[in-house]
């Protein structure tokens, strides 16, 4: 079950500003909307909901970083994807019925603006923009979801790790300066997320540790060389323009 919320507060119209969902509405609505849900704050470690829980809200993360994860029939736990500040999670089952297919957890001390599905409904009401921004965000995240198995399907293993580390850390790492991911990530998490085993993850960092383009330690990477890892990342493209 869902654990107990750690702390509930109202929710500053200041943190929804600038989040893709909210796009189109003017500051006044923005405050509206604000004042019809809840910041819920959880530590690092704790559940904003677990898999399988009814489906009852969704989120938008104020601060922090959260592992949206999976139990295989297994009994395995596999992550899917993390998300950032700005991003929706929870909001599937707001389409599609059901309980939450995945659980969401804290990897560091996170807020979260939390609606419910009430809430939800009746805001979509009120500012169409919201439901056609929520289905934008959706749909983006089911291409996404398709190209990971496209790339697992038909890319080179160093590429797809490659395309993985740059992604987590972030927009930071588009130049040639050093860039820290700045929450905890493991080996096992980035096999899960491209799709290959532990051991070929730890190959493949290794390798490129002692080529100096990145940094290891205990649920710790720093890109030391953002550039050459995105070469590796792009190389696909660039080998096809070669041959133009």
Same mark, same amino acid.
């Given at each position: 079950?869902? *654990? =107990?919320?750690?702390?509930?507060?109202?929710? $500053?119209?200041?943190? =929804?500003? /600038?989040?893709? =969902?909210?796009?189109?509405?003017?500051?006044?609505? &923005?405050?509206?909307?604000?004042?019809?849900?809840?910041?819920?704050?959880?530590?690092?470690?704790?559940? %904003?909901?677990? *898999?399988? /829980?009814?489906?009852?809200? %969704? %989120?938008?993360?104020? /601060? +922090?970083?959260?592992?949206?994860?999976?139990?295989?029939? $297994? +009994?395995?736990?596999?992550?899917? #994807?993390?998300?950032?500040?700005?991003?929706?999670? @929870?909001?599937?089952?707001?389409?599609?019925?059901?309980? !939450?297919?995945? @659980?969401?957890?804290?990897?560091?001390?996170? #807020?979260?603006?939390?609606?419910?599905?009430?809430?939800?409904?009746?805001?979509?009401?009120? !500012?169409?923009?919201?439901?056609?921004?929520?289905?934008?965000?959706? +749909?983006?995240?089911? *291409?996404?979801?398709?190209? #990971? !198995?496209? $790339?697992?399907?038909?890319? #080179?293993?160093?590429?797809?790790?490659a395309r993985a580390v740059l992604h987590l850390a972030g927009r930071r790492? /588009?130049?040639?300066?050093?860039?820290?991911?700045? %929450?905890?990530?493991?080996? *096992?998490?980035?096999?899960? =997320?491209?799709?290959?085993?532990?051991?070929?993850?730890?190959? &493949?960092?290794?390798?490129?540790?002692?080529?100096?383009?990145?940094?290891? @330690?205990?649920?710790?990477?720093?890109?030391?060389?953002?550039?050459?890892?995105?070469?590796?990342?792009?190389?696909?493209?660039?080998?096809?323009?070669?041959?133009?």
């Open positions: 079950m869902v *654990q =107990l919320f750690s702390m509930i507060r109202e929710v $500053e119209a200041s943190l =929804l500003a /600038d989040a893709p =969902l909210f796009a189109g509405l003017d500051a006044a609505a &923005i405050a509206r909307v604000a004042a019809s849900g809840q910041l819920v704050a959880k530590p690092a470690g704790a559940a %904003f909901f677990d *898999q399988g /829980d009814p489906a009852d809200a %969704f %989120f938008l993360l104020a /601060d +922090g970083q959260v592992r949206i994860v999976q139990v295989t029939p $297994e +009994g395995h736990l596999v992550t899917l #994807r993390y998300i950032g500040p700005g991003q929706v999670f @929870g909001a599937v089952p707001l389409f599609a019925g059901g309980p !939450y297919p995945a @659980g969401a957890i804290a990897v560091l001390g996170s #807020r979260a603006a939390r609606w419910t599905h009430t809430a939800a409904r009746r805001l979509a009401e009120v !500012y169409p923009p919201l439901l056609a921004n929520a289905l934008a965000i959706v +749909g983006r995240r089911l *291409q996404e979801m398709q190209d #990971r !198995y496209r $790339e697992m399907a038909t890319e #080179r293993v160093e590429r797809r790790v790492s /588009d130049g040639a300066a050093g860039v820290e991911i700045d %929450f905890p990530i493991s080996r *096992q998490d980035i096999a899960e =997320l491209t799709g290959t085993t532990l051991s070929t993850v730890s190959r &493949i960092l290794s390798a490129w540790e002692q080529k100096g383009m990145l940094e290891g @330690g205990r649920m710790h990477i720093r890109v030391t060389r953002p550039d050459r890892l995105r070469a590796i990342a792009d190389a696909i493209e660039a080998a096809a323009d070669r041959q133009k």
